[in-house]
């Protein structure tokens, strides 16, 4: 997952909505409590840790392409001492982990993965046979109306994010090896507190690649552009659900 590195402490501060919907998606995974857990795509670690108290006799394996992001992840999670364990490394690309998992837990992540026949493969070659993947990202029709905004400003060149929809979805887990496929879109209307936190938001998580190509000088006024031209502060997130098993 190539691009600018994270602002890994800005982030863990501000993304609300995320660990809102992982908690969420953390429900749809059962778990005994012993059970060996990859949440692939970690961050900051907030959903991990709410993973992590749940496998009170298990162990989380904490994987994220980002060193920032995963610092933030180790302090957050020190407590669980040898219950976590922390794993650099790109989605994209075979996965470095020294034993099969019971189960993958993922959220907003797989939209940075260009390849999702490769993502689903790499997660599939880690996964124990009948392990349960459970998953969100964005999907097909997310922020729709800010690369809208992006492509009147001449800007829309950017992240190569892929905001995959249902069906292919569903072909690309069958063709890497899961079966008992439930895929499907929801609408998530995201409102922000305007002005700064708005626009720290922006920069941050929205426009980072974007922000990474422009001299530092001129991205303030990029962001406040931006900011202002979206009617009000609400982002029309669409997350893609994913659960499947592990043929």
């Not at 501000?14 to 795509?41: F, N, T, Y």
């Not at 957050?76 to 982990?97: I, K, T, W, Y």
């Not at 072909?171 to 700064?196: M, Y």
Request: charged content about 25%.
């Amino acid at each position: 997952m190539s691009g600018p590195e994270w602002d890994a402490a800005t982030y863990d501060r501000i993304a609300d909505p995320m660990h809102r919907w992982g908690l969420g998606v953390l429900e749809r995974l059962p778990l005994l409590g012993h059970e060996r857990v990859l949440d692939a795509g970690c961050g900051s670690g907030r959903v991990t840790e709410a993973l992590a108290e749940r496998l009170s006799a298990g162990h989380v394996v904490a994987l994220d392409a980002s060193a920032a992001m995963l610092d933030e992840a180790r302090r957050r999670l020190a407590r669980f001492g040898e219950h976590a364990s922390f794993v650099q490394a790109d989605l994209g690309h075979s996965l470095p982990l020294d034993a099969p998992v019971d189960a993958i837990l993922s959220t907003a992540v797989f939209h940075w993965i260009p390849d999702h026949d490769a993502l689903f493969r790499n997660l599939a070659a880690v996964i124990r046979p009948g392990g349960r993947l459970v998953a969100q990202c964005g999907g097909s029709g997310n922020i729709a109306s800010l690369e809208r905004i992006l492509q009147d400003m001449g800007a829309s060149e950017g992240a190569d994010l892929n905001f995959a929809k249902p069906l292919a979805t569903m072909a690309r887990l069958e063709a890497a090896g899961f079966h008992d496929a439930e895929v499907w879109l929801t609408d998530e209307p995201t409102r922000l507190e305007p002005g700064a936190s708005l626009e720290a938001y922006l920069e941050t998580i929205c426009l980072r690649d974007h922000v990474a190509r422009l001299p530092p000088a001129d991205r303030p006024e990029f962001i406040r552009e931006v900011a202002r031209r979206m009617p009000e502060p609400v982002l029309d997130y669409v997350r893609l659900n994913i659960v499947a098993i592990r043929r």
